[in-house]
């Protein structure tokens, strides 16, 4: 999505906007120049104005209060009379069990996601893409895009009420007078439960893409390798997966620079459930250092880890993607 | 499956039993874990209490319906105020989002804007290092905005997704009608109000049940920013009907919910989700046009 609109700016940027500004095209706009620019888009300049204000203040000026992490806070002299530290939050956050559990269980989730999750989507739009029945198709969309909307209060309240220990699962296996299963607040089953339930929530949004990257595929592409005597197997590998693929990269891609990212909500909504050990992730690790025990710049500095691993691994995948010939998300 | 909607192109096969019969599992399935679910919640909601603690804590079909768990929780009372905040902060939340979010994502989206280009790289870099949580909540106290409803709005005005999806949008409007417009002696404001929105209602219906929905549902703010008499209807949900340590000093246990039956929960539920069933048959034709036409122009 980036890719996109990057490119347009930038072939905006290189041919003249319109044919009064023929002027200032060639070469660097000199300060009278920018002046009649500013002068003639005005308007949406001032359109422009309050949305930038929030960037500034709060994604910029969020990044500077990152200064946190560097310094001993104290609440009372607030951010800036608080004393520097230098790197001691960083050096006490290697050492501490607590981060390297957190960062273990965010990868291991993470993994599970990546295996279960990511293909989940794929799966079910390539089974709606080919249901016959039109009528039927956009009845199972219009089921399967609803989980998406729900809070994730309401996912994990529902998630309770079916697999709890009175729940419809529990209940309906007793009556039948089999064993029960103990899900909700086991350890060992939190990390495959909290996969489950992003896949219930999230698989079927997740379609639209893929099914929008299916209907652009040429028909007579099918239909020229069905003549050529092509079963439905081979179709799929050879024309529906080529197809598809500069897509799925792109998701995969985004997926891997976001990967110490596991879902914030959901993980903090049920960590207390199975305790720390199992369940603390690294956003839960940030909440409950910084915010609920107040150890701020300690906190700070694990979130500044997430954010420049996550950059790094953004990068990483992108430069893989375009040595093996793909688009990838930014040129 | 009805025939009457068969769309098979003619060189495909046809299919075999098997496959129609696997296909038609799958589907079910998959509907019956997303329904389920939901069915069991409203049910359960509507049961007696005693229904209720015979059947062992859930109701699949209510013998003998009932409203008074929803009487019980709309009375006043907690969850009849959470229901009011949540509401007005959705409405206005969504307002202002929607506002600031078009004004921008169509003045990036005009050709030779003073700035323009700038602005768009820096509004892009926040994709790969977005704010910290830590940052933000010292922004947030230190601009004084602690337990106020600006805490839950502010920081949270524009979702850089909606604002691409928009300018892609407005981007696809034809450059001839800009033209006319101005020809024709159009102002600036005119343009924008008369040709270039009424242009673009599906994307802006899109757009607004994103940020309604999300609005509706956030809860993390509010538990960190709020007291909780501020609440809005999602976090009081989320203390009591998922639990949690802070419940002893929310003022919910004085109002008998914590101890609250199995129905009264489940109603809770079901107020929390039903404005989103509400609103999501009208808008959800549009999501295909909408939100693909912005972001898959790639």
């Known amino acids: ?331 | 499956m009805s025939a009457r909607h068969v769309i098979r192109p003619a060189w495909r096969e046809k299919p075999r039993f098997a496959t129609k019969a696997a296909k038609a599992v799958a589907v079910v399935v998959v509907l019956g874990l997303i329904l389920i679910p939901f069915l069991v919640i409203v049910s359960t909601s509507l049961a007696s209490n005693r229904e209720v603690v015979d059947n062992g804590g859930w109701v699949l079909w209510p013998s003998d319906p009932t409203l008074r768990a929803y009487r019980t929780i709309l009375t006043g009372g907690i969850v009849t105020k959470a229901l009011g905040v949540s509401v007005a902060l959705t409405v206005l939340g969504t307002l202002f989002s929607l506002a600031c979010t078009t004004f921008l994502a169509y003045a990036l989206a005009r050709p030779g804007v003073f700035g323009g280009r700038p602005v768009l790289l820096l509004i892009l870099f926040t994709f790969l290092f977005p704010p910290g949580m830590i940052p933000a909540f010292l922004l947030v106290k230190g601009m004084g905005m602690m337990d106020t409803y600006a805490a839950l709005i502010a920081p949270v005005l524009i979702n850089v997704f909606n604002l691409i999806v928009l300018r892609g949008f407005f981007q696809g409007i034809p450059e001839e009608l800009y033209e006319a417009a101005r020809l024709d002696g159009a102002g600036d404001w005119h343009i924008l109000w008369r040709l270039v929105l009424p242009l673009s209602k599906a994307a802006l219906a899109v757009v607004s049940l994103f940020y309604a929905v999300s609005y509706w549902n956030a809860w993390f703010h509010a538990s960190i920013y709020m007291e909780s008499d501020h609440w809005p209807l999602s976090q009081v949900l989320r203390t009591y009907v998922i639990g949690g340590s802070q419940i002893a000093d929310t003022g919910l246990s004085e109002a008998g919910l914590v101890s609250a039956p199995q129905t009264t929960q489940m109603a809770v539920l079901v107020i929390a989700t039903v404005p989103i069933l509400l609103v999501y048959p009208f808008l959800q034709r549009y999501f295909t046009k909408g939100v693909l036409t912005g972001a898959i122009k790639s």
């Open chain 1, 1 to 331: 999505m980036p890719t996109v609109t990057k490119d347009r700016a930038e072939t905006e940027a290189v041919k003249p906007p319109d044919r009064r500004d023929n002027g200032s095209s060639g070469g660097k706009p000199g300060r009278g120049e920018r002046w009649k620019r500013f002068q003639r888009t005005r308007f949406l300049v001032l359109l422009m104005a309050p949305g930038l204000a929030y960037f500034l203040v709060f994604h910029y000026g969020a990044f500077i209060a990152n200064a946190v992490a560097f310094k001993e806070y104290v609440p009372f002299d607030g951010l800036w009379a608080s004393p520097w530290v230098g790197t001691a939050n960083f050096e006490r956050m290697f050492g501490d069990p607590d981060f390297w559990h957190a960062t273990w269980n965010t990868l291991f989730i993470a993994v599970l996601q990546l295996v279960f999750f990511f293909p989940a989507p794929l799966a079910l739009a390539l089974l709606l893409h080919s249901l016959t029945s039109d009528l039927l198709r956009r009845f199972t969309q219009s089921v399967i895009y609803l989980p998406h909307f729900l809070s994730w209060v309401v996912v994990v309240a529902l998630f309770q009420q079916v697999l709890g220990d009175t729940g419809l699962l529990n209940t309906t296996l007793g009556d039948a007078g089999l064993h029960t299963v103990d899900i909700i607040g086991n350890p060992d089953a939190y990390k495959p439960l909290v996969v489950i339930e992003v896949i219930w929530k999230d698989a079927g949004w997740g379609t639209i893409i893929f099914l929008a990257a299916l209907m652009q595929v040429d028909e007579q592409l099918y239909e020229a390798s069905a003549i050529d005597g092509a079963g439905p197997w081979r179709r799929f590998w050879h024309i529906t997966l080529p197809s598809i693929r500069p897509i799925i990269i792109l998701l995969l891609i985004m997926r891997l620079g976001d990967i110490l990212s596991v879902g914030f909500e959901q993980m903090l909504l049920q960590r207390q459930s199975v305790g720390p050990e199992v369940g603390e992730v690294l956003d839960t690790f940030v909440f409950w250092q910084g915010i609920v025990g107040g150890d701020t710049g300690y906190a700070a500095a694990a979130g500044i880890f997430k954010g420049v691993v996550g950059a790094a691994l953004v990068f990483t995948a992108n430069r893989v993607a375009h040595r093996l010939g793909e688009q990838g998300v930014y040129k």
